[in-house]
Structures are given as C-alpha cells and as structure tokens.
C-alpha cells in the first residue's frame, strides 16, 4: 500500500514575482513610516500588542473575580494565592506594553524617565484594583436589581456583555488618565469586538452602571455619565460636529459628548448628540433623536409614528 504520508508534492512556481511585491511593500511601508516620524506619530518598533492586552486584561479578569472568572480549581482557601499570582504574572507583562507605547513619546536616551513613568503607571493602577472592583459590583448589582430575567448575581457576571464591556472599561479609563492612552484605547477595542459595545477610554461612568443587552452602544471620549444610570442596546451618546484649528485639522480632545446626570434611563435606539446635559430622573424614550440639553424630570419620547394593520384571513 502506497505511503502518502511520505509523498513529495511538487508545487508550481507562482505565476506572480513575490520578490517584486515584497520590495514594493518595504518602500511603501518605509515612506509611510518615515512621514510619520517626522509628525511624531507612532513608528516602526516596539508597538503594544493586542493579542498580549487580550490575555492580559482576561488574568487582570480573573484577579479581580477568582471565584466567578478565574479557573476551576481556585477556591475560597486558595484565592489569595491565585490573586497574587495573577497579578505577579499580568502586571509586568502590562508594564512591558507600557513601556512600548511611553517610548514614543520620550527621546531615545530617556530609558531611566520611561521606565519610572512606567512604574508610576502601573503601580497606581494596581492601588486602584480594589476600587474597579468596587464599582463593578455596584454595576453587577444595577443589572440584578433592574433586570427582571437575571435570576442571580453570578448569571449577570458570566453571561451578560455588559459586564465585559465595563470591566475592561474601568481598567482601560484608569490606564487612560494615567498616561497610557494606546494601550487603553486597544483594551476598549477589545471590548469592542468581544460584546458590540463601544466606549471609549476617556469616558467617565459613575457607579452602578448598567447597559441591558448592550449590541451596538456607542459612548464617545468626552461622555460623563453620573451614578445609576441605565442605557439599552443601540444608543448612542456621541458627537455632533467637530472643531478645527487655523489649518483645518481637528481639535482633539475637545468635550463634544453628552453629560448623562444621576438616575437617567435612556432606551433602545435612542441618539443623544453634542455637549449637551441630559437632567438628572430623566427618561429617554426609543428612537429618540436628540441634539439639546433636557432639565431634570424630563420625559423625552418620540412622535408617535402612524401604523395600518389590515387583518385578514392567514391563508389567503
């Protein structure tokens, strides 16, 4: 019987000239990146990593939830134990991606600054594990309270987006405000593809936060949303026009997202646009389109469309 595992396989020479194409690609890549160090933007080496961040954030994950995130052999006898070695392992290799994103922004000779502004970074953000995990319990226990098919804690904490959208959020806004805006910016975007939900870094939530089913949220840079605020699937809390500066090009960081106060609840579809402030125990209704601020005790709905319903016989 004829050994196919040991066949040679003979495999045409392509029609095409890779060499051609390899080279053509190098000066391409070497023209944009040499346009690009001349603006200061982010070069060629040393570039944070979205598959290290994925692994990094589920650890950080399991840390800060061992029982719930972490794997099955952790128990309450052993969770310390697993907690410490989560963050021994995670914590350097986030301090690694750090120090790729800092690097861009010091002169090549500035390791001794960037490695204490690393430090700095990292440091402090483990000082505030303890309250991001105080503030995703008040988010956890938001969605429990408010949602009528949640018949426990631990099912809103394992299955719901949510949650993995406003844990990673939470990690990704305190590296944010701590100096690390890339790397933050990546978290979020994994957020993103995990769950449908986007929001980015620079957004500040208050507590017990809660998105019901979560597809297709968009909350922008400058949003500030207060405590206790419930937000369903589709809404957006975005910008509705954009500064520039003498030479056309967009003012960054500008605050251009709504002011969400304490105890609002803003439905399904519902688009809130622009620096405006949506009054605390408001309400918005679905499918609203709204562009100015709204006083507190507002109730905001849209316009009730006409619909014709011809009845007949189902089998006509």
Known sequence: MRDMGKAEVEFPEPPFAIDD???HLRRVREGWRDARSKRGDYGAVGFPSRHALGRIIDVLAAALFPLRLGPAEVTAANEDIFVAASLQSALPLLAAQVRMELHYSYPQDCNATVDAEVNRIVTALAA????IRRLLDSDVEAAFDG??????????LLCYPFVTAVLHHRVAHELYKLGAPL????????AHSRTGIDIHPGATIGERFFIDHGTGVVIGQTAIIGKRVRIYQAVTLGARSFSTDEEGRLVKDEARHPIIEDDVTIYAGATILGRVTIGRCSVIGGNVWLTRSVPPGSRVRQTQASVTVEAGDPCD
């Open 21 to 23: 194409v390899v080279a």
């Open 128 to 131: 505030r594990l303890p309250e």
């Open 147 to 156: 949602d009528p098919a949640a018949r426990c804690v631990d099912e809103v």
């Open 183 to 190: 790397v933050a910016r990546i978290l979020a975007e994994i």
